[in-house]
Each structure stands twice: as C-alpha cells, then as structure tokens.
C-alpha cells in the first residue's frame, strides 16, 4: 500500500510528516507494532484539522466523485465505529457492503454508524448488493437493505456474484429503471467473480449498466479478452470497481521472482500488497478499489497506499509480470465455464473459499462463501473422472482433484 513521491508535506497529525506516514504504514503492512499503530490512527482523527484526502476519480458516465479506495465491508461494522469515522477522514467515502455479509450484520453496522452519524450519509457512495435475480425478490431485499442501513437511498445497487450477462434480462432492467425513478437507487449494475471478460463485454451491449465490481489485479490486468472488455465497458460509460486485488495473498516464498521483487519494492519504501494496489490504480479505467480493511492498521497502510504518487518502474512490472507467469498455477483466473461445464460442479467458488481461508486467513469468508456449496450438497457429487477432465482443460494449470478434495475438507471443518 504506498503510493507516493516521497514530498515532505505536512502528515496526518501536528509533527507527523507525509513521510512519516507512509512509514508507519509500510511497517503495518509488514506486521510491525499493530497495537501502537491502532492508537497512532486512531488518534489522528482528534488531532487532524485538515488531513490528505484519498485521490477521487469520475465514476463512469455518471461523472459521481468516487474515492479511488473503497472500504470493503464484510467484517463487523458495527463494532467498528471508529474505524469507519477515520475512513470518512481520510477520504474514503466508497463504502461497499451487501445483503448477506454477516447475515446481514454489516448492513446494520453501517446503519448504526449513519444513526450515530446522520450527516455522514451525504458523504458516503454506498454501494450494496442483490442475492435476488427476480423483480419482486430485488424489491423485498432492496427495501430491508434501506432499512437497515437507516437511508433513503442507495448510490449503486449491485446484483450479486453475476456468472453470466443472461441474468440481466429485460425483467432486471425493468425493475432497475423503476427503482431509479423512485429515488431508491441512483445507479444499478453487477458484480463478478467468473467469466469477467464475457460479462462485461455483455453488460457494454446492454446499454443500460451504470457500473461493475470484478476481480482485477497484477494477474489479470495482462489478459488481452479481458482487457478489451474493459475498453468497451469505459467506452459504454460504465463505471468500474476492481476487487481481489491481491492476486490471491502474499508472495510465495519457493518463487525466484518473488524475492527478487519483494526486495526491490522494499528499497523504494513499499510492501508487496501496497505494490499491488499501485498496480491496479495505475490503469485510469479502474475507479475504485475494493479492498476489506477489518482493522485501523489495514486502512492506514491501504491510505498511504493512495496518497503516495510514486509510480512502478518499467522493471517492476516486468517482474510482476514474470511472477505471476511462474506461479500461475497456484491462482484460479477465474474463468469458471470451462471447469464447470467438464465437471458438473461450480468449482471457481470452491476456489474462491479456498483463497479466503489460505490466503487471506479469514475463515469467516470463506465460511460464507462455502455455506451454499453445502447446502446444494455439490461436494456428495464430486466426481474424480469429471474433476480429472476439469483438470486437463484448465489454462492455468490448477490441481483440480486435489484443490476440490481440499475444499471439502475445509467445508467438513468450517461449516
């Protein structure tokens, strides 16, 4: 999370400097002294009469402001009050949330903190989301989602975890304008974790989607498909929010490349994960950012991250480039047709739970993400020969069989 020239302005507190700052959290983002850091942050509300802004940028067609760091908000909200009170702060006014998060917990955290906070609403670009395909389920969610959130309205309403551009038929688009035209939403659009390219390629065509949340990151941004997609998108005036950024969590240590970029990014004064949040900023089409910051250490660094303006070199994206070559088979791109339709089974999500306990070391996400699994009973349907075929057809490589028997395992334990 650095970002920056290395410029002596005036910091986040009377006698701290930008630079100052920017060190600290470098050292957060390194696992130094997070209690010290906690309070550090904390304090710097009280004592900050005019702090750094996070960078803004138009927000597709709609030409909205947007902060280029959105707070992700599947933690618990309302048990963090504070650490929602400095991301207004600091600037970070994209909050996203959705129905299910927490069984719909963080909702009502953020209702409480604009209960607490009334005027806080007219700052903030909320942005939650649909489980709900059909009309009449949409109302019954968008309805429970104003009222626990204490709004009358939502700035980008979201159908959830889109697979396919089929599932905005004429029925969405329908509800989606009447819903604009009530005042309850301003904008309406998706968001994706499989199949990135064909979904926003289709959402261009549509014409009528304000904005998309996909996963994007130092992995992806290299995928000529997907990379014509976001061209089309950006030429349609949708506006786009990127997701995952992290590429699947920290650098593996049995990867050359890895040290060796590890190393030069911490000579020039940033961490690998600030690294690859500057990597995704760089591309201008990207908005926002998305990115779960649980804690005050996370948000600190992930801030420092958007306020430095130091660029990557030509030669560290050549070696993120040839990092994410060498380890592309520990990574699911996300291209979920292929596997699904050889195995039987959706087994991009099985992967998505895996990179949340793995590599994100959140059991509570990947606990969320593996519940439906279970309940649809897919892991009593895995089939080796199917998994095996799956295997064979995957672009990246990724061990199916193994991977698949994994996330049952986890599903046994976390579920």
């Known amino acids: 999370m650095g970002h920056g020239t290395q410029n002596d302005h005036k910091g986040s507190s009377p006698g701290l400097t930008r630079r100052d700052f920017l060190k600290a959290a470098g050292m957060a983002g390194l696992g130094g002294v997070a209690t010290s850091l906690d309070l550090n942050a904390a304090a710097l509300a009280q004592e900050t009469a005019a702090p750094q802004k996070v960078p803004r940028r138009l927000f597709g067609a709609s030409k909205i402001p947007v902060s280029i760091l959105s707070l992700g908000g599947m933690f618990d909200t309302g048990a963090n009050h504070i650490l929602l009170r400095q991301a207004l702060h600091w600037g970070v006014t994209y909050w ?23 005027d806080a609403r007219k700052e903030v670009f909320l942005v939650t989301k649909s489980d709900a395909r059909d009309p009449a389920g949409m109302t019954k969610l968008l309805n429970r989602s104003l009222e626990r959130m204490k709004t009358d309205w939502i700035d980008l309403y979201f159908l959830h975890g889109v697979d396919s551009i089929g599932e905005l038929d004429d029925d969405v688009r329908r509800w989606a304008e009447q819903a604009k035209s009530s005042g309850k939403i301003r904008l309406f659009g998706f968001s994706t974790h499989a199949n990135m390219a064909r979904c926003l390629e289709g959402a261009a065509r549509l014409g009528w989607v304000d904005g998309i949340m996909f996963t994007y990151n130092f992995r992806l941004m290299h995928d000529d498909a997907l990379k014509r997609a976001i061209d089309r998108c950006v030429a349609a005036g ?27 990014l911490l000579a020039r004064g940033f961490t690998d994960k600030q690294a690859k949040l500057k990597a995704v900023w760089e591309d201008q089409r990207i908005a926002s950012l998305c990115s779960q910051m649980p804690t005050m250490t996370i948000l600190m660094s992930n801030v420092a991250a958007a306020l430095d303006k130091t660029t990557l070199s030509r030669e560290e994206r050549s070696l993120f480039g040839r990092y994410a070559e ?8 996300g291209c979920a047709e292929i596997c699904r339709n050889a195995s039987g089974v959706p087994i991009a999500d099985m992967m998505r739970a895996l990179m949340y306990a793995r590599d994100y070391g959140d059991p509570e996400a990947a606990r969320f993400a593996l519940d439906p ?9 895995l089939d080796d020969v199917r998994l095996g075929e799956a295997e064979r057809r995957c672009p990246q490589g990724l061990p199916l069989r193994r991977l698949a028997a994994d996330a049952a395992q986890l599903a046994r334990t976390l579920v």
């Open 238 to 264: 949708i506006g786009l929010t990127a997701m995952k950024t992290q590429g699947g969590g920290p650098f593996r240590v049995d990867s050359s490349e890895e040290g060796i970029l590890a190393e030069k």
């Open 96 to 118: 996203d949330t959705a129905d299910c998060y927490g069984g719909g917990r963080s909702e009502e955290g953020i209702g409480a903190f604009f209960g607490r906070f009334p």
């Open 326 to 333: 060498a380890t592309r088979e520990s990574y699911c791109a």
């Open 373 to 381: 699994l279970v309940r649809s009973g897919v892991f009593e349907t």
